[in-house]
Nanobody
Framework: QVQLVESGGGLVQAGGSLRLSCAAS????????MGWFRQAPGKEREFVAA????????YYPDSVKGRFTISRDNAKNRVYLQMNSLKPEDTAVYYC?????????????????????WGQGTQVTVSS
């Protein structure tokens, strides 16, 4: 069992930056690939980023590539999402998620059905 708690959301102006953090419970954090998703009102949950178990491989959709960076610290049981050059369309609730299997393609990680555990989400609002 893994419990995930996100933090770091808030209100920021367009062009600004935020750093989200996700703290994981348990002693097997390094056994999980980790992902970030977001969901805006009235929209489907959208893949934002993923990182492999070791942290050596990362995956992004084109919508955030070059602006967002995912990283993890297995010693601290944490995964981070650095978001730069934020746009109003980035406004959403952001969720972190843990996948006990892991894959090697962006398509694999973009499927939210792959993930076993989810956090409660943190709100990010980008004003224009």
């Amino acid at each position: 069992q893994v419990q995930l708690v996100e933090s770091g959301g808030g209100l920021v102006q367009a062009g600004g930056s935020l750093r989200l953090s996700c703290a994981a419970s348990g002693r097997t954090f390094s056994s999980y690939a980790m992902g970030w998703f977001r969901q805006a009102p009235g929209k489907e949950r959208e893949f934002v980023a993923a990182v492999s178990k070791s942290g050596s491989d990362t995956y992004y959709p084109d919508s955030v590539k070059g602006r967002f960076t995912i990283s993890r610290d297995n010693a601290k049981n944490r995964v981070y999402l650095q978001m730069n050059s934020l746009k109003p369309e980035d406004t959403a609730v952001y969720y972190c998620a843990a996948d006990g299997r892991g894959g090697i393609t962006r398509a694999y990680y973009s499927n939210y059905g792959r993930y076993d555990y989810w956090g409660q989400g943190t709100q990010v609002t980008v004003s224009s």
